[in-house]
């Protein structure tokens, strides 16, 4: 009889121990310890040492999963590896799921749908508060046309900043849910922590609020100006102007290392080489989101000659990002060389080459870098900085044409 009870109490405890849900806990300790074999571990051991043991009583006590993917995200930070992120698996309301009513109808039933936390605050009181703010403050309301409103505020004791919706044109993000966690980690950097704008999937970036403009995801303070800084005059990815007599302008929208962008990208190069005779050209890097030296490398070869007898212009913005960061970081190195606009993304020195694994509550997976470059470690969180700043209110175009035509009388 003992030793039938004592099966029925084993078999109740094993019961319950395979129902009780999975914690953050155990993400943040296998996460932890995919880290620890990272080359990124190895160069900034000191302060991951240091993020871990300020994280790891909080993993213990986070319950939800928008926190536990804030806290995951906040792990890496100490990593100062600005590729490796952690991301939901459920992409969210893909376009298939948007132009599907009935997926569409479900996926506002799932758990991902509404991960998103919902304050007690009250939203018209908070953007009376914010609407005083100054330009240059992070807080404030700011707007997305066709999209979202947004309220960003902190508590006085809380370094993070939260983004909540105040208002919205989508059915997607309903009014009074945070759709970004901001956290500050220097030089102006913020780790945005949250929903994907078009599809609510959990997602992580760099991103920089300055002067009233959400620099990667474009929500302004002033709904009603510009901001010049991303926007780039022709929509194909490889373009060719001859601006004037004496100076050429070049659009390169990616690096892409894999066709059929590479193909296109070599046969852009291939028109270029023994063509560009002009005593100025502009290469516009803006919205380069990166890709491979296996691309980068034929229009570097090309620009190092013309370098020897002519003058470059780069022009760099926030959207500037990893292998384009280093293209303009190589082209910076030439005396001929003058960089132009705004500072780079700060995402450079570490390599994804595939190392992606899922965390064992099944909701995150975790895309980590698994090579290092060391002669970009220097604008790793740092980005390239530009030698001459442009005004984000102008065409940028304008402004750099007038600065190279002022300045070669």
Not at 17 to 27: F, G, I, K, V
Not at 149 to 173: C, P
Not at 331 to 357: H, I, M, W
Request: proline fraction near 3%.
């Amino acid at each position: 009889m003992k030793k039938t009870i004592l099966l029925v109490l084993l078999s109740i405890t094993i019961t319950n121990a395979q129902n009780e849900p999975c914690q953050c806990a155990e993400d943040f300790s296998f996460l932890d310890d995919k880290v620890r074999k990272t080359p990124a571990y190895k160069v900034n051991k000191d302060s991951y040492e240091a993020g871990y043991t300020s994280l790891v009583e909080e993993a213990r006590n986070t319950t939800t999963s928008y926190d536990c993917h804030v806290l995951l995200n906040t792990l890496l930070l100490g990593l100062n590896d600005n590729h490796s992120k952690v991301y939901s698996i459920d992409p969210g309301a893909t376009e298939e799921v948007r132009t599907n009513n009935d997926a569409y109808a479900t996926f506002k039933n799932s758990k991902l749908f509404n991960a998103f936390p919902r304050p007690n605050i009250n939203l018209d009181s908070l953007r009376t508060a914010l609407q005083s703010t100054p330009i240059e403050a992070v807080e404030g309301v700011y707007k997305k046309e066709g999209y979202v409103t947004l309220g960003v505020y902190k508590h006085n004791s809380d370094t993070k900043y939260t983004a909540v919706v105040l208002n919205s044109e989508t059915e997607l993000w309903e009014p009074g849910t945070v759709m970004y966690t901001l956290i500050p980690f220097g030089n102006e950097y913020l780790l945005s922590v949250g929903g994907d704008l078009a599809s609510k999937r959990l997602i992580a970036y760099t991103e920089r609020i300055e002067q009233g403009v959400f620099y990667f995801m474009g929500f302004r303070k002033d709904a009603i100006n510009a901001n010049f800084a991303s926007e780039v005059p022709y929509t194909n990815t490889y373009h060719r102007e001859e601006l004037s007599e004496n100076i050429t302008y070049l659009m390169i929208g990616s690096f892409n290392a894999w066709y059929p962008t590479l193909s296109d990208a070599e046969t852009f190069y291939a028109s270029l080489d023994g063509t560009l005779t002009k005593e100025h050209l502009i290469v516009d890097l803006r919205n380069n989101g990166g890709g491979g030296d296996r691309n980068s490398d034929i229009l570097y070869k090309i620009l190092k000659g013309y370098a020897k007898q002519n003058k470059i212009y780069v022009l760099t913005n926030h959207r500037t990002i990893s292998n384009a960061e280093q293209f303009a970081y190589k082209l910076s190195k030439f005396d001929a060389t003058t960089l132009v606009g705004q500072r780079t993304n700060g995402t450079a020195a570490y390599e994804l080459k595939g190392d992606n694994y899922t965390l064992p509550c099944g909701h995150f997976v975790a895309v980590l870098t698994s090579k290092k470059h060391s002669a970009y470690l220097p604008i790793e969180s740092q980005g390239v900085k530009p030698e001459i700043v442009l005004a984000p209110d102008r065409d940028w175009i304008t402004q750099l044409t007038t600065f190279i035509e002022n300045n070669s009388k």
